[in-house]
């Protein structure tokens, strides 16, 4: 059964650095890619960027500056980090697995991360 | 970068109504293009992808249809079930959303 886990604190400073993990189970880091998706309260889906199962990775332009994806295979875990966070960073921030050229065919949970002091 | 827009942002309609959801993308991604489904407190869930792929363990009554920029999801019987909101992604170049469509029983 291929499931996704994201994980991490869910409040964040201004200017802190969010960091977040996504657990998979289910299916291969190598034999799939993985992106991580945000969404701010009731408003709709950015594509935030992606791990590609070689190990590259390709982010958003609009927030390539601040953000970095990596992964432990060994442990069937992707990370998120991304710097400088403001309070329009709050949201719920997804992992998916991609089953084939950016169609997502499955969705972790969701972390809900809150930027505020 | 592409740019997805869905009509209407709002769509109210009965139990048992057919219904239609539209996407339009900035240029032509030919077939490039997924629909998800996210209920309230969920995470989106992958209906339709390639325009008219039904993914496994979705209703028939969903249906995709459309290529190159206007595309459409169709609920051919509308149930209680379906209240959610609907989004469409680009993968032809990048990965764009669209701002979704929230459907609502009447």
């Known amino acids: 059964q291929v499931q996704l886990k994201e994980s991490g604190p869910g409040l964040v400073q201004p200017s802190q650095t969010l960091s977040l993990t996504c657990t998979v189970s289910?299916?291969?880091?190598?034999?799939?890619?993985v992106h991580w998706v945000r969404q701010p309260p009731g408003k709709g889906l950015e594509w935030m960027g992606r791990?590609?199962?070689?190990?590259?990775?390709s982010y958003n332009s609009a927030l390539k500056s601040r953000l970095s994806i990596s992964r432990d295979t060994s442990k069937n875990q992707v990370f998120l980090k991304m710097n400088s966070l403001q309070t329009d960073d709050t949201g719920t921030y997804y992992c998916?697995?991609?089953?084939?050229?950016?169609?997502?065919?499955?969705w972790g949970q969701g972390a809900s991360v809150t930027v505020s002091s | 970068d592409i740019q997805m827009t869905q009509s209407p942002s709002l769509l109210s309609a009965s139990v048992g109504d057919r219904v239609t959801l539209n996407c339009k993308a900035s240029?032509?991604?030919?077939?490039?293009l997924a629909w998800y489904q996210q209920k309230l407190g969920e995470a989106p869930k992958l209906l339709i992808y390639?325009?008219?792929s039904l993914q496994t363990g979705i209703p028939s009554r969903f249906s995709g249809s459309g290529s190159g920029t206007d595309f459409t999801l169709t609920i051919s019987s509308l149930q209680p079930e379906d209240v959610a909101t609907y989004f469409c992604?680009?993968?032809?170049?990048?990965?764009?959303f669209g701002a979704g469509t929230k459907l609502e029983l009447k």
């Open positions: 390639n325009a008219n």
């Open positions: 240029q032509n991604i030919y077939k490039n």
């Open positions: 289910g299916f291969s880091l190598t034999s799939y890619n």
């Open positions: 791990m590609r199962y070689n190990g590259d990775t």
């Open positions: 998916t697995r991609d089953r084939s050229r950016g169609v997502m065919d499955a």
């Open positions: 992604q680009q993968y032809y170049s990048g990965y764009t």
